[in-house]
């Protein structure tokens, strides 16, 4: 009687899942390229939190948003970004990405090149949809060099 109400736990199919997450970062993708933050941040659940490189961590999606919103209009024109998808593992409702970026901005009239990685974990929605949960990303690109510490703090 006991196990009439129970179901065995959902396999976790990693190829459709990753299918469904590789679609997703394409429409994120383009619209970084097209400037919408709106549908970008669409990509992020409700409470999502993002920790990018060298800011704090936004959390939110309305957040998420603001924050996309200020880098669009700080200057900074995508010219191109594409992510590449290098394992999705998971089980249940949750899905992390392991993964590669590539991207160039234009800004002040000089474009970059930007390579980096990122660790996303995903959740997947009600509507059988998924979204960012947690999106942590680092360039590749090294820090500018420390200047050298003053002669007088070494003597302390």
Do not use: H
């Amino acid at each position: 009687v006991l196990l009439v109400g129970c179901k065995p736990p959902e396999q976790f199919d990693a190829a459709a899942v990753r299918a469904k997450i590789d679609a997703a970062c394409t429409d994120q993708e383009q619209a970084f390229v097209k400037g919408d933050a709106t549908a970008a941040a669409s990509n992020y659940e409700e409470n999502a939190v993002i920790l990018p490189s060298n800011m704090p961590m936004v959390k939110g999606r309305a957040g998420i948003e603001k924050t996309m919103v200020t880098w669009m209009q700080s200057g900074m024109k995508m010219k191109e970004f594409t992510s590449t998808t290098i394992s999705v593992e998971g089980a249940g409702e949750f899905a992390i990405q392991l993964g590669r970026y590539f991207q160039t901005y234009e800004m002040s009239g000089k474009v970059v090149a930007d390579t980096g990685k990122f660790v996303t974990v995903w959740r997947k929605q009600a509507d059988g949809s998924w979204k960012m949960a947690y999106d942590i990303w680092t360039t590749d690109i090294p820090a500018p060099a420390m200047p050298p510490e003053p002669e007088a703090k070494k003597k302390k």
